[in-house]
């Protein structure tokens, strides 16, 4: 029953946008390398992607529980959902951890790793890893991160490759409610054997960052996007969003 009304609520929550295979989902969003212990989120993720040939518009939404487990781990796991046209289905159970290996602001540059693992509804299509590099670093009022990820589906009839990825932010936190700057997502193909770059996926775009304090120990967290595409073969607008509550 339980598992039921989870779905319902990852349904409601891509409800509200307006209805083409994708490759990344359009609720992707940039991972930073720094864990808070003892820290509880319910964290909501959402993002709408315009139609691009004769596909359809895709939306996702992800709503998921995570905790600081000591002063290096943070660990979430959350579902996933996905609307295409008209249709809303439940689409995946995913597992993120992240290790921060360094000491936050001790070093000129913080930095972390990332692993997580995704199980699709579709069985076919077998696990999906993402893991790689975390960094961030600070100049005054300005923040900077650029992730280096790779990713490889296992146990899936489809050819195993390993593909190379990044995310790059950059904000000016101008005040805690209200913080401005802008976010890439870029995915390049094989590793170690790029595609061409017409061929890529790599969207980038402005960028709304804030938090709000509701009560001791309470936070409210949000991030937006509006990313454009850098190549005429993928959707051409993606818009995505992020809200944490943090206690």
């Given at each position: 029953?339980?598992s039921a009304?989870?779905?319902?609520?990852l349904?409601a929550?891509?409800?509200?946008f307006t209805?083409?295979?994708h490759?990344r989902?359009?609720s992707?969003y940039v991972y930073?390398?720094?864990v808070?212990?003892g820290e509880?989120?319910?964290?909501f993720?959402?993002?709408t992607q315009?139609?691009?040939?004769?596909n359809?518009?895709l939306?996702?939404?992800?709503?998921g529980?995570?905790?600081g487990v000591n002063s290096n781990?943070?660990?979430e796991?959350?579902g996933?959902?996905?609307?295409?046209?008209?249709t809303?289905?439940f689409?995946?159970?995913e597992?993120?951890?992240?290790l921060?290996?360094?000491e936050?602001g001790?070093y000129?540059?913080?930095?972390?790793l990332?692993l997580?693992i995704?199980?699709?509804r579709?069985?076919i299509?077998?696990?999906?890893?993402?893991y790689?590099?975390?960094?961030q670093?600070?100049w005054?009022r300005?923040q900077?991160?650029?992730?280096l990820l790779?990713?490889?589906?296992?146990?899936?009839?489809?050819e195993q490759?390993?593909?190379g990825?990044?995310?790059?932010?950059i904000k000016?936190?101008?005040?805690?409610?209200?913080?401005?700057?802008?976010?890439a997502i870029?995915?390049?193909g094989?590793?170690?054997?790029?595609?061409?770059?017409?061929?890529q996926e790599?969207k980038?775009g402005p960028?709304?960052?804030?938090?709000?304090?509701v009560a001791?120990?309470?936070?409210?967290n949000y991030?937006a996007?509006?990313?454009?595409?850098?190549?005429?073969?993928?959707?051409?607008?993606?818009?995505r969003m992020?809200?944490e509550?943090?206690?």
């Amino acid at each position: 029953m339980k598992s039921a009304y989870f779905a319902a609520a990852l349904a409601a929550a891509t409800g509200f946008f307006t209805p083409f295979a994708h490759a990344r989902g359009p609720s992707d969003y940039v991972y930073t390398p720094i864990v808070e212990e003892g820290e509880r989120e319910i964290d909501f993720k959402a993002g709408t992607q315009s139609p691009h040939g004769d596909n359809e518009r895709l939306s996702a939404g992800s709503l998921g529980f995570g905790a600081g487990v000591n002063s290096n781990w943070f660990t979430e796991i959350y579902g996933k959902a996905e609307r295409e046209g008209t249709t809303t289905h439940f689409d995946a159970v995913e597992w993120e951890n992240k290790l921060q290996l360094t000491e936050t602001g001790r070093y000129p540059v913080d930095t972390g790793l990332l692993l997580e693992i995704e199980r699709p509804r579709e069985r076919i299509e077998g696990y999906e890893v993402r893991y790689g590099l975390l960094l961030q670093s600070e100049w005054q009022r300005l923040q900077g991160n650029l992730n280096l990820l790779l990713e490889r589906h296992y146990r899936t009839d489809a050819e195993q490759i390993t593909e190379g990825g990044y995310q790059m932010q950059i904000k000016y936190r101008y005040r805690p409610e209200f913080e401005f700057g802008a976010q890439a997502i870029g995915w390049v193909g094989k590793w170690n054997d790029w595609r061409p770059a017409n061929e890529q996926e790599q969207k980038f775009g402005p960028a709304i960052f804030g938090r709000f304090k509701v009560a001791a120990r309470q936070v409210i967290n949000y991030n937006a996007a509006w990313l454009v595409a850098t190549s005429s073969g993928r959707p051409r607008n993606t818009f995505r969003m992020q809200v944490e509550y943090e206690y």
